[in-house]
C-alpha cells in the first residue's frame, strides 16, 4: 500500500494534457517566455524520468537573454568555417537563430559507458526528459518545440558550449508564445502500429 497519497492519484486532466500536446514552430514563436521559477518547474519536471541506476545521465544549459545573442555568435564563427563563402544572408540566419524563442534549453545526453547501464537506456532517459518538459511548458500554456539542426553536431559549436568527451545534444527545446494559432496535423493510425504478440 502506498503511504503516500500524493504519489499514486488519479489524474484524468492529465490525459487531456498528454492528448492535447503538439509542437509549436520556434520561427514563429515571441515572448515573454517562461519565468526564472517556471523554467525552474520545467528542469524539475525533466529531471523526473525513468532513469536507469539513478545516474542522472543529462544535464541542462539555458539560453536566454544575452546568452542568445553569444549563442548566435557562436555560430556564425561555426558556419564560417565550414561555409566560408556563406550569404548575409545566410549568415544573418545564424547569428539570429536563438533569437527565434525568448528561452532555449539544450538537454545534454552523457551517457557513460563501460557500466552496467546500456548507453541505450541512459540515452532514451535523455530523450524522456525533453519529452517531460515539453509537456510542463505545455501545462503551463507556453508552446515547445524539441529540434536539435546542424549545430547540435557541429564540433566547434559542441567545443564552444561546454561539451565533454561523450556528451551529445540531446535537443534543443525552444520554448516561447505562439505567434499564430498551432493547427492540429495528421497523427499516425494506432491499428498500423499495434500488433498483438
Excluded at 539542426?149 to 551529445?168: H, M, Q, S, T
Aim: aromatic share 8%.
Amino acid at each position: 500500500m502506498n503511504d503516500n497519497p500524493s504519489l499514486n492519484r488519479p489524474a484524468p486532466q492529465t490525459l487531456d494534457l498528454l492528448l492535447s500536446r503538439r509542437s509549436g514552430s520556434a520561427k514563429t514563436m515571441s515572448g515573454p517566455g517562461p519565468d526564472g521559477e517556471e523554467l525552474r518547474t520545467i528542469l524539475a519536471a525533466g529531471a523526473r524520468v525513468p532513469d536507469h541506476g539513478k545516474l542522472a545521465p543529462w544535464r541542462f544549459i539555458v539560453f536566454e537573454g544575452e546568452g542568445r545573442e553569444r549563442m548566435g555568435e557562436v555560430l556564425v564563427k561555426a558556419l564560417a568555417a565550414s561555409e566560408p563563402n556563406a550569404s548575409p544572408a545566410r549568415v544573418e540566419q545564424e547569428r539570429t537563430r536563438f533569437l527565434r524563442a525568448p528561452l532555449i534549453v539544450a538537454v545534454i545526453s552523457s551517457a557513460r559507458e563501460l557500466i552496467p547501464i546500456p548507453v541505450w537506456e541512459q540515452e532514451l532517459s535523455a530523450g524522456a526528459v525533453c519529452q517531460n518538459m515539453l509537456l510542463a511548458a505545455h501545462a503551463m500554456g507556453y508552446v515547445g518545440q524539441w529540434v536539435s539542426e546542424w549545430c547540435a553536431y557541429d564540433p566547434f559549436v559542441k567545443n564552444a558550449i561546454g561539451l565533454k568527451a561523450g556528451e551529445r545534444v540531446a535537443g534543443y527545446l525552444y520554448f516561447g508564445q505562439p505567434a499564430e494559432p498551432l493547427e492540429e496535423r495528421p497523427r499516425p493510425s494506432l491499428e498500423a502500429l499495434v500488433t498483438r504478440f
